[in-house]
């Protein structure tokens, strides 16, 4: 009660949160001498060892709990951390010290992490976490916000206060390096929608942030089959590392990527002639090491069902804000619906709650076909949250700034009419039978029990469900 009621006060701006500088209790050894260069080759090895052992071969997870039982992190860590309190980076070359901090920024983010009691759900959930943690380098203190804004972004404003790191008289001034917004490719804040976790050695950096920027841009580019662009919020909020405008941004994200698909849409998007938004996946990156452990959750549904809305936005919403990490979800929009083949081609459906309900399924249908699932399921909210949810993907789309064309023109279309079939053949699949919706499947099984338990209390049912690592919003 006492921290959520101090990090009220932090938030209000009425209590300044410590800096929990993370090697200050390690002694500074007297008997070690090492240069530089040596360090920041060490570095790059102490990453390189992390990544291989630690980090899944995507470069997107950590396996957080198993690092923290390795004597990697309670021995060499601990090494680590004394190494750093002796040596000055400010007499690095200049491709040593982007080499150094780059990898430094993402071993201080993990170690931050385990530093707490728990893991968190994500690092933004952590009042002030980027200035909040740091590590002593030689002379200097430095805690993320200063690494990153500070030194590899040449002290440029941070993008959400515009505030800078170090003030003229700042001895850390020093430290800083030329803008490069190639280190966007490279530094990775412990959420989903980072970029891939990787090691970088000072022989060969260019060409390796080279390749990592051109892995990101593709990587933040999705749903390119529509009207409408979903682009990583990293091109958003530092537009100006990237380009002098929004615009020019997506000029330089077409350039960027090699898939022709996107490179075609970033252009229209540069153009004014595509609509697109920006999306963030803060789920923390973490996974057990052994297995995904993500429980499977697949939710038969339709538009107009009562029981439906009321388990939606009362329960799988909140649920999913809190543990969209360890939950793998998917809809199946149909419920009790029936589909007539056409001679003509084509179906002709029958609904529950009559065709408008019919409608308000095959826009769902189009949404699931389009979308990630993390913006299907902020969509389904909108719309279960609306007076009349089969007629609101309109207004959907604009608040999620989306283009609503492509959706209506595929909930009226041969295509959208295949895709509801298509849901309508899994549903009919269920063993047993369906017979109430929302049906709610949770790793290939469900019975009335079950379903009792996710119309009542689903967060609790995924938490104990759930095999993986102790997660924060189940404690």
Same mark, same amino acid.
């Given at each position: 009660?006492?921290?959520?009621?101090?990090? #009220?006060?932090?938030?209000?701006?009425?209590? &300044?949160?410590?800096? %929990?500088?993370?090697?200050?209790?390690?002694?500074?050894? =007297?008997?070690?001498?090492?240069?530089?260069?040596?360090?920041?080759?060490?570095?790059?090895?102490?990453?390189?060892?992390?990544?291989?052992?630690?980090?899944?071969?995507?470069?997107?997870?950590?396996?957080?709990?198993?690092?923290?039982?390795?004597?990697?992190? =309670?021995?060499?860590?601990?090494?680590?951390?004394?190494?750093?309190?002796?040596?000055?980076?400010?007499?690095?070359?200049?491709?040593?010290?982007?080499?150094?901090?780059?990898?430094?920024?993402?071993?201080?983010?993990?170690?931050?992490?385990?530093?707490?009691?728990?893991?968190?759900?994500?690092?933004?959930?952590?009042?002030?976490?980027?200035?909040?943690?740091?590590?002593?380098?030689?002379?200097?203190?430095?805690?993320?916000?200063?690494?990153?804004?500070?030194?590899?972004?040449?002290?440029?404003?941070?993008?959400?206060?515009?505030?800078?790191?170090?003030? &003229?008289?700042?001895?850390?001034?020093?430290? =800083?390096?030329?803008?490069?917004? &190639? $280190?966007?490719?490279?530094?990775?804040?412990?959420? %989903?929608?980072?970029?891939?976790?990787?090691?970088?050695?000072?022989?060969?950096?260019?060409?390796?942030?080279?390749?990592?920027?051109?892995? #990101?841009?593709? !990587?933040?580019?999705?749903?390119?089959?529509?009207?409408?662009?979903?682009?990583?919020?990293?091109?958003?909020?530092?537009?100006?590392?990237?380009?002098?405008?929004?615009?020019?941004? %997506?000029?330089?994200?077409? !350039?960027?990527?090699?898939?022709?698909?996107?490179?075609?849409?970033?252009?229209?998007?540069?153009?004014?002639?595509?609509?697109?938004?920006?999306?963030?996946?803060?789920?923390?990156?973490?996974?057990?090491?052994?297995?995904?452990?993500?429980?499977?959750?697949?939710?038969?549904?339709?538009?107009?069902?009562?029981?439906?809305?009321?388990?939606?936005?009362?329960?799988?919403?909140?649920?999913?804000?809190?543990?969209?990490?360890?939950?793998?979800?998917?809809?199946?929009?149909?419920?009790?619906?029936?589909?007539?083949?056409? !001679?003509?081609?084509?179906?002709?459906?029958?609904?529950?709650?009559?065709?408008?309900?019919?409608?308000?399924?095959?826009?769902?249908?189009?949404?699931?076909?389009?979308?990630?699932?993390?913006?299907?399921?902020? #969509?389904?909210?909108?719309?279960?949250?609306?007076?009349?949810?089969?007629?609101?993907?309109?207004?959907?789309?604009?608040?999620?700034?989306?283009?609503?064309?492509?959706?209506?023109?595929?909930?009226?279309?041969?295509?959208?009419?295949?895709?509801?079939?298509?849901?309508?053949?899994?549903?009919?699949?269920?063993?047993?039978?369906?017979?109430?919706?929302?049906? $709610?499947?949770?790793?290939?099984?469900?019975?009335?029990?079950?379903?009792?338990?996710?119309?009542?209390?689903?967060?609790?049912?995924?938490?104990? %469900?759930?095999?993986?690592?102790?997660?924060?919003?189940?404690?």
């Amino acid at each position: 009660m006492l921290g959520k009621f101090l990090s #009220f006060l932090a938030w209000a701006g009425l209590y &300044r949160i410590p800096l %929990m500088v993370l090697n200050d209790q390690n002694p500074t050894p =007297t008997n070690l001498t090492v240069t530089p260069t040596q360090v920041a080759d060490v570095t790059a090895s102490f990453m390189e060892v992390l990544v291989d052992s630690f980090v899944s071969t995507d470069g997107k997870k950590v396996s957080y709990l198993a690092l923290e039982q390795s004597p990697f992190y =309670t021995k060499d860590f601990e090494d680590f951390r004394t190494l750093l309190k002796i040596v000055d980076p400010s007499k690095m070359s200049d491709q040593e010290r982007k080499s150094f901090f780059i990898n430094l920024y993402n071993i201080l983010t993990i170690d931050a992490l385990l530093s707490m009691r728990s893991l968190p759900r994500s690092t933004i959930s952590v009042t002030k976490f980027w200035s909040r943690y740091a590590y002593q380098v030689g002379p200097y203190t430095l805690h993320l916000d200063d690494i990153e804004h500070g030194i590899l972004r040449g002290n440029r404003p941070h993008p959400t206060t515009s505030s800078i790191m170090f003030e &003229r008289n700042d001895p850390r001034l020093r430290l =800083t390096l030329e803008p490069d917004h &190639r $280190i966007h490719s490279a530094l990775n804040c412990g959420a %989903m929608s980072c970029p891939r976790l990787n090691f970088y050695k000072v022989e060969g950096l260019s060409n390796n942030l080279d390749n990592s920027m051109k892995d #990101f841009c593709t !990587e933040a580019v999705s749903n390119v089959g529509g009207s409408s662009l979903i682009i990583n919020s990293i091109f958003e909020w530092f537009t100006s590392d990237f380009a002098p405008t929004e615009k020019l941004t %997506m000029k330089f994200l077409s !350039e960027c990527v090699d898939d022709a698909n996107k490179k075609k849409a970033l252009a229209e998007a540069a153009d004014g002639r595509r609509r697109y938004t920006f999306h963030y996946d803060w789920a923390l990156n973490a996974f057990s090491g052994v297995s995904e452990d993500r429980v499977k959750v697949t939710v038969y549904l339709q538009s107009l069902c009562s029981d439906t809305v009321r388990f939606f936005t009362s329960q799988l919403y909140p649920t999913w804000q809190d543990l969209q990490d360890i939950i793998d979800l998917e809809f199946v929009p149909y419920g009790k619906a029936r589909a007539t083949p056409l !001679e003509s081609g084509g179906y002709k459906f029958v609904c529950q709650h009559g065709q408008e309900e019919c409608y308000g399924n095959l826009v769902m249908s189009c949404v699931q076909n389009s979308l990630p699932i993390s913006t299907q399921v902020d #969509f389904f909210n909108c719309m279960f949250s609306q007076r009349n949810p089969a007629q609101a993907g309109s207004k959907c789309s604009d608040d999620l700034g989306l283009d609503w064309t492509p959706f209506e023109e595929c909930a009226k279309s041969d295509q959208g009419a295949e895709l509801l079939y298509q849901n309508g053949l899994r549903t009919a699949a269920l063993k047993p039978r369906l017979h109430f919706i929302p049906t $709610i499947v949770i790793d290939g099984h469900y019975d009335d029990y079950q379903l009792r338990l996710s119309l009542l209390a689903f967060k609790n049912q995924i938490c104990n %469900m759930y095999q993986g690592p102790p997660h924060q919003s189940c404690l």
